[in-house]
């Protein structure tokens, strides 16, 4: 590997770090979205939600009736209140979510959730694809490693989607209890490292491709090797 490709390629790798960690970040918590119930009573106690691919966790926010705003609902969920997570019963069957369970279907958050953790594992296979590629006449490895990181950003935004369409059916049920969603910062983590993880992919297999000839009468076979 020359000097130049190896400096493209080390820049291109920091980057797909960034987007690996943004991933892991969005994975691991429980902030993609954000639910809140009407408020119907003043100066009394709402449970706004928040949760992620694993947990759901409610939070008791007390409203005064100055704080209150019928179109917004209960919260902003940064309000001090009693705070309460577990896991979804799918993955726990001895705990208790039954607010999410009742409101959207559990075939979204297992998907989205089984998804995710594909992405995991192409990202963790590139990165060793990666920096194996350092090692001596081992370049050959960062094809397949821009394929891994690929496919790693397209499965976290195919996990982005399901969740959003989960939320859409909780939110578009007649039975539910919630007037107003947001999507929070893990959503974003999801969706900023599906731009670093594709872009930087497609990146560095463009920089792994063998070196296109610099004159018109220069064939690929005749090119000076890069080694």
Sequence with gaps: MTE?????????FAILLVGVALMFTAVVTDHWAVLSP???????TCEAAHFGLWRLCTKRIYMQ?????????CGPISLPGELNCSYFTHFTPGESSEIFEVTTQR???????????????FSI??????LLSFRKKMDYLLKPASMFYTFSGL??????????QSVKRMIDSEETVWI???YSWSFACACASFVLLFICGV??????????PQNPWETCMDAEPEH
């Excluded at 009407?38 to 009394?44: F, G, L, T």
């Excluded at 075939?107 to 594992?121: D, K």
């Design 4 to 12: 130049g490709k190896a400096l493209k390629v080390r820049v291109t």
């Design 38 to 44: 009407k408020v119907e009573n003043y100066n009394a």
């Design 65 to 73: 009736e100055d704080e209150v705003n019928n179109e917004k609902g």
């Design 107 to 121: 075939e979204y958050s297992i998907s989205a959730a089984a998804i995710a953790i594909f992405s995991v594992g």
């Design 125 to 130: 296979i590139g990165t060793i694809c990666v």
């Design 155 to 164: 499965c976290i935004i195919i996990s982005v989607e399901v969740m959003r």
């Design 180 to 182: 107003e969603y947001y």
């Design 203 to 212: 990146a560095l297999l463009l920089i792994s491709l063998p070196r296109m």
